[in-house]
């Protein structure tokens, strides 16, 4: 894909979704919401793609939202906006695949809502993340209320949300709103190197994993159970479920190869 902000890099099975606006701190201005959807979209689509790292570069993973934007913006024109810039977020948190966000440096408001939209989440030492929007009047708007609660539950959510405090990395590990930390220049490749691990796993078990745990977790326990119940029924159409197995009796758990249908 070709863009001016956002661009898809695939290798070995891993895309990365590299934001790159540097003089910006990788601000989420509209341009670069439509390019992150489109980039998802792609990631989504593409066969040669197992898994997807979502990565602003060594500085930072991005600083905010594009306030200078937003404060040229109406009510009416909020109301316009507000589903795309929900909806470019949710297109990364939608990707039918293992998602993971490299965050250096300030992953802030719309930057921290991007990496809540990841399956999981590494951290450098010197990561800084938080909710900021109530220091400028407003209130996340990409996921920040709903997808922050559900990661570190209501009372700790509600404390970043209210006092817009920043979180250093060893504190989000803590509460749970990273799952690794690491020093800051392995950051990236870590990330990618838990990607790669999917380059040869079974896609559509993956995707149904990804779509059990996320409705799930939107549900109550029976309704949970239920959407297990379809997605466990339904692979065993899959080739990959046939090989899995088959390769499970003969040789052991492991060693089996997928060919992704």
Known sequence: MTSEFVRLEVADGVGTIRLDRPKAMNAISIQVQDELRDAAAEAAGRADVRAVVVWGGEKVFAAGNDVKEMSTMSYA???????????????IARI???????????????????????????????????????????????????????????????????????????????????DWVIPAADV??????????????????????KETVDRGLESD??????IERQHFSSIF??????????????NGPGKATFEGR
């Open 188 to 209: 990236y490749t870590e990330a990618v190197a838990w990607a790669a691990r999917f380059a040869t796993a079974a896609p559509y078990a993956l995707r149904a994993i």
């Open 77 to 91: 024109d909020m109301v316009d906006r507000v589903e795309a810039l929900q909806g470019a977020v949710n297109a």
């Open 96 to 178: 039918p695949k293992p998602v993971v966000a490299a965050v250096n440096g300030y992953a802030l408001g719309g930057g921290c809502e991007l990496a809540l939209a990841a399956d999981v989440r590494f951290a450098a030492e010197n990561a800084v993340l938080g909710q900021p929007e109530v220091l400028l009047g407003i209130i996340p708007g990409a996921g920040g209320t709903q997808r922050l609660p559900r990661l570190i539950g209501p009372s700790r959510a509600k404390d970043l949300l209210y006092t817009g405090r920043f979180v250093k990395a060893e504190e989000a590990l803590a509460i749970g709103l990273v």
């Open 237 to 250: 159409a899959t080739e990959d479920s046939r090989t899995g197995m088959a390769s499970f009796i003969e």
């Open 221 to 226: 326990l029976e309704t949970g159970l239920q």
